[in-house]
């Protein structure tokens, strides 16, 4: 009983630890340009071993895709949910949330865009994210200050995009960003934790505008 265990951690410890070695060459590379040796080579296993737990590197892919925008979308969708928030702390803490993780994922962003891009509607179509948002205590309340004139912009979806859009792309153009303006990895992450304040300011009036 005691030896089975062992195996089924040993089991459970190989394959996170290919799953890991993926997670990383797939978000350097892309789908396309990851061979499946380089992902053995980043775990320090043999290929007949990769293969023996994944059987190919499109069903590890899809894993690491499915769970790469779970986490991605989990910290959304938390927010978007909490009752007990204002849309106005709503936004910081979406500004907060995700420069903070980003921040330890910095080419998390554009690897999934690309991806998304290569295939649209395929793992996308395993995750409620659409109902998630349209039924989420965010849009109630939106809704809410549309009516009270407390915002001007009656699309939540155009709210959403401003705030998602001032968090990620900077992190997507980070090498345009650091290139054109000669500041270096370090002062970028800085600039990055002041937008953490810059953002819900600039949300809030954009909100107002008229």
């Known amino acids: 009983m005691a030896k089975t265990k062992e195996v089924n951690n040993l089991d459970t410890s190989t394959e996170e630890k290919i799953k890991e070695a993926a997670r990383t060459v797939f978000h350097q590379k892309g789908f396309a340009a990851t061979r499946t040796r380089d992902i053995a080579e980043e775990a320090g296993?043999?290929?007949?071993?990769?293969n023996y737990y994944f059987r190919s590197k499109q069903k590890l892919f899809d894993i690491i895709m499915l769970e790469t925008l779970s986490g991605f979308i989990h910290h959304l969708t938390t927010i978007l949910n909490d009752g007990k928030t204002s849309l106005e702390k709503k936004i910081e803490l979406i500004a907060s949330n995700y420069i903070n993780f980003l921040s330890g994922e910095p080419g998390l962003p554009l690897f999934i865009m690309s991806e998304l891009r290569n295939n649209p509607t395929g793992l996308m179509g395993k995750l409620p994210i659409k109902d998630i948002v349209l039924n989420s205590e965010f849009i109630k309340q939106y809704q809410t200050a549309v009516e009270n004139e407390e915002v001007t912009e009656p699309n939540p979806?155009?709210?959403?995009?401003n705030v998602m859009g001032l968090v990620i792309f900077p992190f997507i153009a980070q090498p345009l960003i650091t290139s054109i303006s000669k500041i270096d990895n370090?002062?970028?992450?800085?600039?990055?934790?002041?937008?953490?304040?810059?953002?819900?300011?600039?949300?809030?009036a954009m909100m107002k505008a008229k």
């Open 45 to 50: 296993i043999n290929l007949a071993l990769l």
């Open 157 to 161: 979806l155009q709210f959403l995009m």
């Open 186 to 204: 370090q002062q970028f992450s800085q600039m990055m934790q002041e937008r953490k304040k810059l953002i819900p300011v600039w949300i809030k």
